[in-house]
């Protein structure tokens, strides 16, 4: 199974985090389920972007953003080439090293 390895986050997962998970499993909830409480503001319906990780690793493997999914990035605090919404990336079969953004779009309007 694709290893995650999720980077340090002060808030979320200050030690940061490595597990494997399926190959085809939603991003967002392989996180989650691995008690990494990642936004998701619309219940991964793509239409926040709450859930935007920096896929620092084995983002070549993964299918394409849309169309959708890149206007929304566009809001994104800390928007990166390579970026994308956790909640639209299914894990593919390359191990993964991700970053979460220090802020979501609900931190940057504060
Ligand atoms: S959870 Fe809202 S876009 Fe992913």
Known sequence: MPQIRVLPHAAICPDGAVFEVAQGESLCRSLLAHGINIEHACEMSK????????????????????????????R????????RLSCQVLVAAEPLEVEIPRYTI?????
């Open 47 to 74: 239409a926040c972007t709450t859930c935007h990780v920096i896929v620092r690793k084995g983002f070549e493997g993964l299918v394409p953003s849309e169309e959708d999914e890149d206007d929304l990035l566009d």
């Open 76 to 83: 994104a605090w800390g928007l990166s080439p390579q970026s």
């Open 106 to 110: 609900n931190h940057a309007r504060e």
